[in-house]
T-cell receptor
Framework: DSGVTQTPKHLITATGQRVTLRCSPR?????VYWYQQSLDQGLQFLIQ???????AKGNILERFSAQQFPDLHSELNLSSLELGDSALYFC????????????FGNGTRLTVT | AQSVTQLDSQVPVFEEAPVELRCNYS??????LFWYVQYPNQGLQLLLK??????LVKGINGFEAEFNKSQTSFHLRKPSVHISDTAEYFC???????????FGDGTTLTVKP
């Protein structure tokens, strides 16, 4: 058990809709990362938050947004969904040291129909 | 900029045989190196990490990896694999300043009886 909790485990929705994915980091971790994993593009870094502030941005589409709340949980919002957004979305957290490893949740599998 | 190349996308091997999963990286500065494993329907888990010191690092489940600075490689090895080692393995590097993680495309290890 990594200590990172993601909900829901599965989401099925239609094109054009909006969904919210939720992540609770490991106790004590201030950094939260979001990744997208698909068969054709592998593991893609989306965005990182540190103690409520955006720290780094990766290949995140403008239709996607995220935030980290004062209790350190994070939400990833995906809007105007397209078929190509179907993927596994992972949240990870890490300690403060720059060499700290990432601890991943079990992911949310999003299916857009 | 940093990058990671996992030289084999798929590695089939028989049970109890040795295995090596190859990882090369590119970076203009020293990096921290990690191997993660992803079992079906799960998130990534840390197998082992190289931060500094001895170039041979041991991880969980009998895996080990050797850091070779001159060849910029961090190959993962196990002397005798089990069916339960069937999974996807990711090599990752983390920069010393930003702490940004860069992942390889993954290697699917399939252990056959």
């Amino acid at each position: 058990d990594s200590g990172v909790t993601q909900t829901p485990k599965h989401l099925i929705t239609a094109t054009g809709q909006r969904v919210t994915l939720r992540c609770s980091p490991r106790s004590g971790d201030l950094s939260v990362y979001w990744y997208q994993q698909s068969l054709d593009q592998g593991l893609q870094f989306l965005i990182q938050y540190y103690n409520g502030e955006e720290r780094a941005k990766g290949n995140i589409l403008e239709r996607f947004s995220a935030q980290q709340f004062p209790d350190l949980h994070s939400e990833l919002n995906l809007s105007s969904l397209e078929l190509g957004d179907s993927a596994l979305y992972f949240c990870a957290s890490s300690g403060d040291r720059v060499n700290s490893p990432l601890h991943f949740g079990n992911g949310t599998r999003l299916t857009v129909t | 900029a940093q990058s990671v190349t996992q030289l084999d996308s798929q590695v089939p091997v028989f049970e109890e045989a040795p295995v090596e999963l190859r990882c090369n990286y590119s970076s203009s500065v020293s990096v921290y190196l990690f191997w993660y494993v992803q079992y079906p329907n799960q998130g990534l888990q840390l197998l082992l990490k190289y931060l500094s010191g001895s170039t041979l690092v041991k991880g969980i489940n009998g895996f080990e990896a050797e850091f070779n600075k001159s060849q910029t490689s961090f190959h993962l090895r196990k002397p005798s694999v089990h069916i339960s080692d069937t999974a996807e393995y990711f090599c990752a590097v983390k920069g010393p300043v930003t702490g940004k993680s860069t992942f390889g495309d993954g290697t699917t290890l399939t252990v056959k009886p």
